[in-house]
Structure formats: C-alpha cells, structure tokens
C-alpha cells in the first residue's frame, strides 16, 4: 500500500514548471548580479551559492512532487505556499537570522517549526484534509516560537537582538501568516475533494 494518497484527479502537465524553475535560477543569479555591479553589502562565496543552489533545488523538487500529488489548483497553491514558507524560513535564518544574527542557538528555534510542518505532512500522508491540520500546527508552532522569544527577550533570557522585544515578536509571528494560508487552501481542497465524493 502507497503511503502517498493524492487527491482529486490525476494531475495535468503543469504549465508552472518553467516558471518554479527559471525563477529559481534568476533568483540565484540576482547576488551574482549585485556583486558584478559593485553592490555594496553582497559578497557571496561559492558556498553560498552552492547551498543555495541546493536550497532553491530541493524547493523547486518539492513543488513537483505536490503538482503530482493532486491536480487540485488549491492544493497545489498550499503546496508551494508551504514550501515557500519553508524555504523563506530557512534563507532568513542562514542570511541574517530570525533572532539576532545567523549565528545565534536561538535561531534553532525555527527548526523545530518546519520539523512540525515536516512531519505533520508525513503523518497526513499527503491528503488535504491532514495537510491543512500540519500546516495550521505549523502555524501555531511559529507563533509559540514568537511568544516564546518575547518572554525570553523580556525577561533577559536570551541576547539583545537590537530590538524591542514586542517588535521582534511580531516580526517572528508575521512568519505564521504563509502557513495559515496554507492551511486555508488544503482545507478548501479537502472540502472539494468532499463535494465530489459525495456526488
């Protein structure tokens, strides 16, 4: 027995994979681009580019496997919005981090966020209804992510990020508001995944 179960109908071909995929390498290009014009604050080593190579890669790869997983465009939309979210997480973390600098354990914290997304997803088996459920824990791990900074910036648990620390929650929890929208699109999905069962 498959432990992926896709929803809806068999997916059609996906006219987006030229755009995931070119984006992707503009997006990868666009330092490369900064640093041949002289742009000050942009110096990227060939690390950098190779892991986020890598990270732009494992994204773009993760989107194909949710175009074929269902060929609901709701789905298919929470998806990427959830691998969007992912990757974001990760970028911000490793250029200039969430807490602090990108050195900082704290920022350790977000692990832990995208592990809930991760597993979630597994233990849904990819269905919609499971997926909205995984995305919305996701949501409120971040948000348990951005009290919990607060109360440890508040009450000098942790080191000066350089700033106050209800803006530095806030600024951690807006990272809730993609997941939220991910959950609002499995759920729209898994409602017509419903609808058409019941037909």
Do not use: I, K
């Amino acid at each position: 027995m498959s432990t992926l179960a896709p929803t809806g109908p068999r997916p059609h071909a996906n006219r987006l994979r030229p755009l995931v995929w070119g984006g992707s390498a503009c997006l990868l290009l666009l330092p490369a681009l900064a640093m041949w014009r002289g742009v000050e604050g942009v110096h990227w080593t060939v690390g950098d580019f190779v892991v986020m190579g890598t990270l732009l890669a494992a994204a773009c790869a993760l989107y194909e496997l949710g175009t074929r997983l269902s060929g609901s465009t709701a789905y298919r939309a929470g998806f990427a919005l959830a691998v969007g979210s992912g990757l974001a997480t990760v970028w911000v973390n490793l250029a200039v981090g969430m807490f602090g600098g990108e050195a900082n354990p704290w920022n350790l914290v977000f692990g832990g966020v995208l592990l809930v997304a991760a597993v979630g997803a597994l233990v849904a088996r990819f269905r919609a209804r499971g997926m909205g459920l995984a995305m919305l824990a996701t949501a409120v791990a971040q948000l348990g992510a951005a009290l919990g900074l607060w109360v440890v910036l508040a009450y000098g648990g942790a080191p000066d990020a350089g700033l106050p620390p209800a803006r530095e929650a806030v600024l951690v929890a807006v990272f809730a508001l993609p997941w939220l929208g991910a959950a609002a699109l499995f759920a729209h999905a898994a409602r017509r995944d419903g609808m058409r069962a019941g037909r």
